[in-house]
């Protein structure tokens, strides 16, 4: 519609086991908006704005750690001949079992040379939280991927 997107992506499982090995009948979806603004700055640039709500019936007897979560995400695509683009995200657990934050940058160095920077950091306020005991263990990566 335009510059908006509508996502919606569902699925219904039967006798799926769940977190606590008993076989259930579930509900799951993820549903969520994506915003596209061209030419922002004056300038040749794209910009992608991401609003997503996950939910999964089986609370905290899912197997996926996304039952209840926020997630917010935009994408600056800068149409250079690098190919540059800066992602940013940022995952809320509703139930308050932690939270994550990732950036990116990755932009091309020559016509067979990706460099790309990433960084993840999760942060969790109690120790019954899912996230907790990833709390120190915020990553940073950089990787260079020759294509041939």
């Keep these: 519609s335009g510059p908006l997107i509508y996502k919606f992506e569902g699925i219904k499982r039967n006798g799926q086991k769940n977190s606590v ?12 908006l994506e915003f596209v603004k061209t030419r922002i700055f004056q300038k040749i640039w794209d910009l992608n704005l991401f609003v997503e ?8 007897n ?6 209840n979560d926020f997630f917010l995400g935009s994408r600056i695509t800068f149409n250079n001949v ?5 992602s940013q995200a940022l995952t809320f657990d509703l139930d ?3 939270n994550t ?15 790309t920077a990433d960084y993840n950091f999760y942060w969790s306020s109690k120790s019954t939280d ?18 041939f």
Excluded: H, M, P
Aim: with cysteine.
């Design 130 to 147: 899912t996230l907790y005991s990833f709390r120190r263990d915020n990553y940073l990566g950089i990787k260079l991927t020759n294509y």
């Design 82 to 86: 690098a190919g540059t683009e800066i």
């Design 62 to 67: 899912s197997t996926d750690i996304f039952q």
């Design 101 to 115: 934050a990732n950036i990116e940058i990755s932009s091309r160095l020559n016509d067979t040379l990706r460099v």
């Design 53 to 60: 709500y996950c939910n999964d019936d089986r609370g905290s």
């Design 96 to 98: 308050g079992n932690g």
């Design 21 to 32: 090995n008993e076989r259930e009948n579930f509900f799951s979806f993820i549903t969520g």
